[in-house]
């Protein structure tokens, strides 16, 4: 095992995006940092990067969907580098966008298996090495969709809502452990996420995308979108000692797009 001076973060869906800004954001706070993807190449470079700010960085393959995937993650990074202060459950997928009535089975659980049993299989991977060390951070990433309608998005609104569930009941049950779990809602996050939700936002209801942003950015108190490097702090925050008596919460990253 690979001996640090500093605490162990997991993220999962980190090669782009709000990941890769989660990742990038417990690097800087001095974590060693385990990065995940389907595809492990594609985080060759945050892993570098990660190592240019002479902090520790490891990247894994990882399906969160898949439950053999996620158990053999939860067994290789404590073997690797030790076991996990925090995991955030970050990978995600923003399903079809359709009329309810026009989206195929198949495609409601493809959404809900990434974004809803991926956080429970990520969680559950790593709870029992938390639970007897005493101690734990678990991070989920939901959204402003879990807790308001965005037309035609009603899969990825039922996953994100749940994964609220989920984060509630589990801050429960391992309390008594040790263990802190939250999750974050970030609104409209600037970046390629969004570019893809603004187009099919304009196609399925026939406005233009510069309509759709309008209407993102005013629901906003502030006015405009969120940056990622704010969802990453949000996370760090929950992780440290600041946050000891914070757990159970849905935080909201949003520009005040929702406020409960």
Same mark, same amino acid.
């Given at each position: 095992?690979? /001996? /640090? ?10 090669? #782009?995006?709000? %990941? #890769? ?12 940092? &385990?990065? =995940?993807?389907? *595809?492990? *190449?594609?985080?060759? *470079?945050? &892993? ?7 902090? $520790? ?12 995937? &996620?158990?053999? +993650? %939860?067994?290789? &990074? ?6 996990? !202060? =925090? ?13 309810? !009535? ?7 659980? @493809?959404?809900?298996? =990434?974004?809803? *049993? ?17 101690? %734990?951070? +678990? ?11 965005? !037309? @035609? #998005? ?13 984060? #509630?009941?589990?801050? =429960?049950?391992?309390?008594? !452990? ?22 099919? /936002? ?33 996370? $760090? ?9 914070? $757990? %159970? ?6 520009? @005040?797009?929702?406020?409960?």
């Amino acid at each position: 095992m690979i /001996q /640090q001076n500093g605490r162990i973060a997991v993220v999962t869906g980190a090669n #782009r995006g709000i %990941g #890769r800004a989660i990742a990038r954001g417990y690097a800087e706070a001095g974590y060693a940092v &385990v990065v =995940t993807a389907r *595809d492990p *190449d594609s985080l060759d *470079d945050l &892993v570098e990067e990660i190592r240019g700010l002479r902090g $520790t960085a490891l990247a894994l393959a990882c399906d969160v969907g898949d439950e053999a995937s &996620v158990a053999a +993650l %939860g067994e290789t &990074v404590p073997e690797m580098i030790g076991t996990p !202060h =925090t995991v955030v459950a970050n990978a995600g997928i923003g399903g079809p966008t359709a009329p309810m !009535h026009e989206i195929g089975l198949a495609d409601w659980r @493809g959404c809900l298996r =990434t974004n809803l *049993d991926g956080v429970f299989l990520t969680f559950r991977a790593f709870l029992p090495a938390m639970i007897e060390r005493g101690e %734990g951070s +678990l991070i989920a990433i939901s959204s402003v969709t879990g807790k308001r309608p965005l !037309h @035609g #998005r009603t899969p990825y609104a039922a996953a994100k809502m749940a994964v609220i569930g989920l984060v #509630r009941t589990l801050a =429960t049950e391992v309390g008594a !452990h040790g263990i802190r779990v939250n999750a974050v809602c970030p609104g409209a996050v600037a970046g390629p996420r969004l570019d893809e939700v603004v187009r099919n /936002q304009a196609l399925t209801r026939g406005i233009s995308e510069d309509a759709v942003r309008k209407e993102f950015s005013s629901g906003s108190p502030l006015g405009r979108f969120v940056e990622p490097h704010e969802v990453a702090r949000t996370c $760090t925050f929950l992780s440290s000692p600041a946050a000891a008596s914070i $757990t %159970g919460e849905d935080v909201n990253v949003n520009a @005040g797009m929702a406020m409960y």
